[in-house]
């Protein structure tokens, strides 16, 4: 059947709790309650379901094949402590003009404890403008899908709510996609009712072209595609890929998206943390003072731009399947991606780094370095295997090189086939494993505890350890080689602790490699 309200009021307030009001069907048109083939609210209509002291109540509308909603819903809770705001759903599996007076589900209570608006379509659009111009009701679909103006969806956050932007596809009519052209840009003021969420779940793709601005406090934003909720439905979309175009600034709200890839062509900003969850690609730029990682979980490659920090959240996940790239454009920009091994992260490929600053990396399992220019110190770790560059690219660190591979039997392998220079000191640490490392340049020797053999190589330099009577040594468990390959250049060791064998070979015309004295090699 067909439901029309003109200069309607539908009153279910309450003082304990607001009532339950179900126009055309219950939420997302389930359960057994008979549904409405179409369903028009005009802009004089108004639908209550508030609560004076306790809970908001709940609001559906629905239409199977079309709805047209252009009055106010409310659905406050109440001045009670702890009390919440309601529900309220506008939804259809055709088509939807969705541009109402006012939603409101706010709490007047506690700003943190408001409700959330639904709107459920089958493709929906996200615009500057409504869809039907055509004064009074009409039951004739001009097509299927939705419109939702974004004016609408900015008052209603501004107004103390959260927006839910979903799809539905039981009908197997289209994927759904959620589409947020170019120019249809959300500037919400968020001062007066503080941080909110707006949350888009698509069952197929998700794309905004737009540009989304908070102030006044945080807008938290999470993207759905191949919404989980929705999988399984007759003509769903199998992409889910997740794209934005357009300049986003959360005033210091979470960013969340989740699908079958992920990227944004232009830098974030004011974030306060990221989380990722995609079975394919994902390409991330930010802009924010530091990017912070929070849940990421990468089924392919991984990349990572930022124009400040890059930091892993402390107790995080940072998970990727194939190659991982973290670069920082900031001039002494760091990154570190875990404080130490018992925090360490799962990349599975190579992992490359671009910073001005230090970078520090532990990882779970083998630690596999691409090509990276660090600008400052490298701490690079392997929990319980080794670490090398050998399948990865050419590393050049300008500051100290720190190596740590705490397994039993993990090695470090570094510059035998790719090359890896450090403009400081050298270290490394192994729990059993051995060292091979062929420096590009000179190499210095800083403070190491290597658990197997240690081999050391520098192609075009000197090779040197610390000053006598320092007080700092290597040690290695096993034997020890240490050769230059350029003409003219040294071998000098002091506080050199081997338990095995040492070899010491200057190749270069002109070389010479001093054997320690008695006092320096033990």
């Known amino acids: 059947g067909r439901i029309a309200g003109q200069d309607a009021l539908i009153d279910a307030a309450g003082v304990a709790s607001g009532g339950r009001i179900r126009i055309g069907g219950d939420e997302r048109g389930q359960g057994t309650m008979p549904r409405a083939d179409a369903v028009y609210v005009d802009a004089a209509s108004t639908i209550k379901a508030d609560a004076s002291v306790g809970n908001g109540g709940r609001i559906v509308v629905w239409g199977d094949n079309a709805l047209r909603f252009y009055g106010s819903a409310s659905a406050q809770g109440g001045e009670g402590a ?3 705001g309601g529900f309220i759903e506008t939804s259809t599996l055709g088509f939807g003009d969705i541009n109402p007076t006012a939603i409101t589900a706010r709490s007047n209570s506690s700003p943190s404890r408001s409700g959330q608006w639904l709107i459920d379509p089958l493709n929906i659009t996200i615009s500057g403008s409504s869809s ?33 932007v979903t799809t539905t596809n039981p009908g197997g009519n289209e994927p759904g996609n959620i589409t947020w052209g170019p120019g249809s840009n959300l500037t919400v003021d968020l001062t007066l009712n503080g941080a909110r969420t707006l949350t888009l779940r698509a069952a197929n793709n998700i794309s905004i072209g737009s540009n989304i601005t908070a102030t006044g406090a945080g807008l938290s934003l999470t993207l759905i595609g191949l919404d989980p909720t929705q999988a399984g439905e007759p003509g769903a979309g199998t992409t889910g890929a997740v ?42 730029r930010d802009a924010s003072t530091t990017t912070n990682l929070n849940d990421i979980s990468v089924g392919g490659t991984l990349l990572v731009e930022s124009a400040g920090d890059i930091a892993r959240v402390d107790n995080g996940r940072l998970v990727v399947t194939g190659t991982s790239s973290f670069e920082t454009t900031a ?141 700092n040594n290597v040690g290695v468990a096993g034997g020890a080689t240490f050769q230059t390959n350029a003409s003219g250049a040294t071998i000098t060791l002091n506080n050199l602790a081997v338990g095995g064998e040492l070899g010491l070979t200057a190749t270069g015309s002109g070389s010479n490699a001093p054997v320690p004295t008695a006092t320096a090699l033990t």
């Open 82 to 84: 702890g009390s919440r």
């Open 243 to 284: 794209n934005i175009t357009g300049t986003l600034d959360l005033g210091g709200g979470v960013f969340s998206a989740s699908g079958g890839s992920f990227t944004n062509s232009v830098a974030m900003l004011n974030v306060g943390s990221f989380n990722l969850n995609v079975t394919g690609n994902a390409e991330l």
């Open 331 to 471: 001039p002494t920009g760091s990154i570190t991606l875990a404080v130490n091994t018992g925090d360490a992260s799962a990349l599975s490929g190579a992992a490359s780094f671009t910073a001005g600053g230090d970078v520090t990396v532990a990882n779970q399992g083998n630690l596999v370095l691409g090509t990276s220019t660090i600008g400052g110190a490298l701490t690079a770790a392997s929990a319980t295997g080794g670490i090398t560059n050998d399948t990865g690219g050419d590393i050049n660190v300008a500051g100290d090189a720190i190596f740590q591979a705490l397994g039993a039997t993990g090695d470090i392998n570094l510059g035998q086939i790719h090359s890896f220079s450090t403009g400081g000191t050298f270290s490394a640490d192994t729990g059993g494993g051995d060292v091979t490392v062929l420096s590009a340049g000179a190499i210095r020797l800083g403070l190491s505890d290597i658990g197997g053999t240690l081999a050391v190589t520098a192609d075009t330099g000197n090779i040197t350890g610390f000053a006598a009577g320092s007080g």
């Open 132 to 164: 039907n111009t055509t004064p009074g009701p009409t039951f004739e679909p001009t097509g299927t899908g939705a419109t939702v103006n974004v004016d609408d969806i900015r008052t209603t956050l501004e107004g103390g709510t959260n927006v839910i």
